[in-house]
């Protein structure tokens, strides 16, 4: 069991039988009453967000999570397939589960997926990841004195703003937190 005194933001716990992230907790001792803990919680399963106050000295379940490190195999186009590097075991997630990350997800790229009662529910992609360029528009010659940017569609589909000096057929290292370009890798 999980008390409310060691809620912090990130963490994940069990609430009434679902998997459930804390994206806010907020701990409140007013002048009179009980000290309570204001959070909003995001069902990893669903989606669904609730605003709670749990009093202080209230529990929730410990969830039976866990992280795995599994290879990217391939997608069929309604989800991407992973395979554990020990086992050998295979899993699927759907492009819809997976939301933001699908976009910069490509073959043989290493993730951790996060295994809920043994289901796959969320993927954590590692910080930067190398695309390619697939399409960009060139850019102009003198028209940099700003620092501008232009739209480049990479291998995955993602679309990423990048400076106007990077050109179609390049790699670059996007962060996926802030799903931003980086740096140029090479070509």
Not at 20 to 38: L, Q, S
Request: aromatic share 8%; net charge negative.
């Amino acid at each position: 069991m999980i008390q409310t005194n060691e809620f912090r933001k990130g963490m994940k716990v069990d609430y009434e039988g679902s998997l459930w992230i804390i994206v806010e907790a907020n701990h409140v001792k007013p002048g009179k009453g009980v000290a309570f803990v204001k959070t909003r919680l995001k069902n990893m399963l669903n989606g669904q967000t609730l605003d709670i106050n749990f009093r202080s000295g209230d529990k929730v379940g410990r969830p039976d999570v866990m992280e795995v490190t599994m290879q990217v195999l391939y997608s069929d186009g309604e989800a991407w397939h992973f395979m554990n590097q020990t086992s050998y075991e295979q899993v699927a997630i759907t492009i819809e589960d997976l939301g933001e990350a699908a976009q910069f997800l490509k073959d043989n790229l290493e993730v951790g997926v996060l295994l809920y009662n043994g289901r796959p529910v969320d993927v954590t992609l590692p910080n930067f990841v190398d695309l390619l360029i697939t399409e960009c528009e060139p850019g102009v010659r003198g028209d940099t004195a700003q620092g501008g940017t232009k739209p480049a569609t990479l291998e995955t589909g993602a679309v990423v703003q990048v400076p106007l000096f990077v050109e179609q057929g390049e790699i670059i290292r996007v962060d996926t937190r802030t799903a931003s370009y980086s740096s140029r890798v090479g070509r």
